[in-house]
């Protein structure tokens, strides 16, 4: 049972543009979501998260938007650069799990992102 | 400031041979220790995770094992690998701290 999915395998985006990456949860108790990038051989860094006490967190040029009620949340990336061509994860967990002793993070699938020139 | 180290970074094997993954983290004290293993065209799955010395949970059932015989080390291991154990390996810490995950540059396996 997928609890975090990204329906999404793959996206292009022209360089400058916004790039939207999407990510579903059907667990109700995930109250914490992160962001995950990922090239090639390398571990994946971590970029952005977000708490279920928000609806939205920026950094930057990252942007992670959550809607509790549809269970999604999204990464916008604005402009896009091709140095952002990377696999994005979705994560979720339960934070008092998180700042707990397990502290478990369920990943999505990912989408490959390809930003173009 | 923290790394993590993993090794080897890549490794072939046979079929039926032993594996032992070794993973280290600098610069913290009492991390929480996680294995990860990416299968081709797959997320991240959570294999093995660990609060302190001599402590191990299972995630999955399978044909692997994990130690962590010191605070910062943890070490994944098989005695018989299969085809099905290939796969990209990441280990990662979380400090108490911190909210996320810090993951290595992970060990590509490939059984064969």
């Known amino acids: 049972d997928q609890q975090v999915k990204q329906n999404s395998p793959s996206l292009s985006v022209q360089e400058g543009r916004i790039s939207i990456l999407n990510c579903d949860y059907t667990?109700?108790?995930?109250?914490?979501f992160l962001w995950y990038k990922k090239y090639p051989a390398e571990g994946p860094t971590f970029l952005i998260s977000?708490?279920?006490?928000?609806d939205k967190n920026e950094d930057g040029r990252f942007t992670v938007f959550l809607n509790k009620s549809a269970k999604h949340l999204s990464l916008h990336i604005v402009p896009s650069q091709p140095g952002d061509s990377a696999v994005y994860f979705c994560?979720?967990?339960?934070?008092?799990?998180?700042?707990?002793?397990?502290?478990?993070?369920?990943f999505g699938t990912g989408t490959r992102l390809q930003v173009t020139l | 400031s923290q790394t993590i180290h993993q090794w080897p970074a890549t490794l072939v094997q046979p079929v039926g041979s032993p594996l032992s993954l070794e993973c280290t983290v600098e610069?913290?004290?009492?991390?929480?220790l996680y294995w990860y293993r990416q299968a081709a065209g797959r997320g991240l799955q959570l294999l093995f995770y660990?609060?302190?010395?001599?402590?191990i949970s299972s995630e999955v059932p399978q044909n692997l094992s994990a130690s962590r015989p010191q605070d910062r080390q943890f070490i994944l291991s098989s005695k018989k690998l299969l085809l099905s154990d290939s796969g990209f390996y990441l280990c990662?810490?979380?400090?108490?701290?911190?909210?996320?995950?810090?993951f290595g540059p992970g060990t590509r396996l490939t059984v064969l």
């Open positions: 990662a810490w979380r400090g108490v701290s911190s909210n996320e995950q810090f």
């Open positions: 667990n109700s108790m995930f109250d914490y």
């Open positions: 977000i708490s279920s006490i928000k």
């Open positions: 994560a979720a967990s339960n934070l008092l799990d998180f700042t707990g002793t397990a502290s478990k993070l369920t």
């Open positions: 610069g913290t004290s009492n991390p929480n």
């Open positions: 660990s609060v302190g010395i001599g402590q």
